[in-house]
């Protein structure tokens, strides 16, 4: 059964610090998702992504956020400088055209000291 | 916000059907009911959804009362793989890249 797969499953990173999350959703899927989960808390929506363009973000999503497919492939989250407060589960979701049921990937958790 | 209010915790026995609740009192017309589920450290898994009508698929059934207001997520066999959190949502579209809105769930706990 085809599921979206995300790399690295931990990342620890110092404050200040440039990361990329990486995700590969399923083959036929053209909705893209970021959410990020932190410890002991709700599952938050951080953007979606449709077309090469960003369809909707959530507040958390700032200029220290950024997402990118840069091949047919992967789809990337980027946090320019983290913050400590940036320690989370950070999930991917994709989701087929016609259909609006979400898969999630296993998640990276990062950690940033 | 979640748009759901469902218990904070469960508990059922292996074998037995869990009968998960959630209400959703305010659900416009246009709104479908969506369970998800996370087991621990995992991410979100669909379970099943529905707008009116009762569904059932290989995970579980989805009991809609008639008017809307609430509904029931049955999982009819439980085993100690069921214990997790699971989200009831109500997501305005069907078709369109829908962000979901989770609540805090209600954490299921299968016992042996």
């Known amino acids: 059964e085809p599921e979206v797969t995300q790399t690295p499953s931990h990342q620890v990173t110092q404050m200040g610090q440039e990361v990329i999350l990486r995700c590969v959703p399923i083959?036929?899927?053209?909705?893209f998702y970021w959410y990020r989960q932190i410890l002991g808390q709700k599952v938050e929506f951080l953007v979606s992504f449709y077309n090469n363009e960003i369809s909707e973000k959530s507040e958390i999503f700032d200029d220290q956020f950024s997402v990118e497919r840069p091949d047919g492939s992967n789809f990337t989250l980027k946090i320019r400088s983290t913050k400590l407060e940036d320690s989370a589960m950070y999930f991917c979701a994709s989701s087929e055209v016609g259909t609006n049921e979400q898969f999630f990937g296993p998640g990276t958790r990062l950690t940033v000291l | 916000d979640a748009k759901t209010t469902q218990p904070t915790s469960m508990d059922c026995a292996e074998g037995r059907a869990a009968n998960l609740p959630c209400n959703h009192s305010t659900i416009s017309g246009n709104e479908y009911v969506y369970w998800y589920r996370q087991i621990h450290s995992q991410g979100p898994q669909y379970i099943i959804h529905g707008l009116k009508n009762n569904e059932t698929n290989e995970m579980a059934s989805l009991i809609i009362t008639e008017d809307r207001k609430s509904s029931t997520l049955i999982l009819p066999h439980a085993t100690l793989r069921d214990t997790a959190v699971y989200y009831c949502?109500?997501?305005?579209?069907?078709?369109?890249?829908?962000?979901?809105?989770f609540g805090k769930g209600t954490r299921l706990h299968i016992l042996p």
């Open positions: 949502i109500v997501r305005g579209s069907h078709i369109r890249d829908d962000k979901i809105i």
């Open positions: 083959s036929n899927h053209l909705y």
